[in-house]
């Protein structure tokens, strides 16, 4: 990776260690703080994916070193978004940080449980609800709605060869990011809020219509 892009990855991890620190010092019988760490840690995520796809990988196409899956083997490759948020998450240990898919390429980006399955669905059906948090086990869970932000993300998803699901659309809703507390078993936690309606079966096969406006992060 890149001076540059090293650079970007280790400021990343340095935001999530002094947002880590600030929940984990924390009394935990205050819930509110770990919803109100999760949606900073998930904004700062955010933050740097978009900066890192739209100034870098975007500000590239065709000019210079491309997004390749397997970008370790020749230094005129970046890593894809997606890895790029897995190697700066890979530097924090206080808290875990990931990408999470209903229809991931890579079988390990799964739902961790069953709470994290409903809450993806949850985030597809309702395009207005961008950010879930809730009590799961012996972690504070939050997941935040990730969005195919260029056409260049829909390219590879939609045509790379272990993909189950080949019809993404630009803002179309990824998978998640997200972020996990471990807790105290003291702690009650938030419940996860009420399903929508029951989720149709051809779901991915109906159109999506576009958001009412483009996400402040992207401004």
């Not at 260049?152 to 630009?170: A, D, G, L, T, Y």
């Amino acid at each position: 990776m890149s001076t540059r892009h090293s650079g970007l990855a280790a400021g990343l991890a340095g935001c999530f260690m002094v947002l880590a620190a600030s929940v984990t010092s924390a009394d935990p019988s205050y819930e509110q703080t770990y919803e109100q760490t999760a949606r900073i840690v998930l904004d700062v995520v955010k933050a740097f994916r978009t900066a890192y796809v739209l100034h870098v990988v975007e500000h590239m196409r065709g000019a210079g070193p491309e997004p390749r899956e397997d970008w370790e083997r020749d230094a005129h490759f970046i890593p894809l978004p997606a890895q790029f948020v897995k190697a700066a998450a890979g530097q924090v240990t206080s808290v875990e940080i990931g990408l999470i898919s209903l229809t991931p390429i890579n079988p390990a980006n799964r739902p961790s449980t069953p709470a994290e399955t409903k809450a993806l669905i949850q985030l597809e059906k309702d395009r207005q609800q961008s950010f879930l948090s809730f009590a799961d086990g012996d972690h504070f869970t939050a997941v935040s709605a990730d969005l195919a932000l260029v056409r260049s993300c829909v390219e590879c998803h939609n045509q790379h060869p272990q993909s189950v699901r080949k019809n993404f659309r630009e803002w179309d809703v990824m998978g998640g990011l997200v972020v996990r507390f471990r807790r105290p078993a003291s702690t009650p936690g938030l419940p996860l809020p009420p399903e929508p309606s029951p989720r149709p079966s051809d779901l991915f096969d109906q159109p999506v219509p576009p958001p009412p406006a483009t996400p402040p992060w992207v401004r």
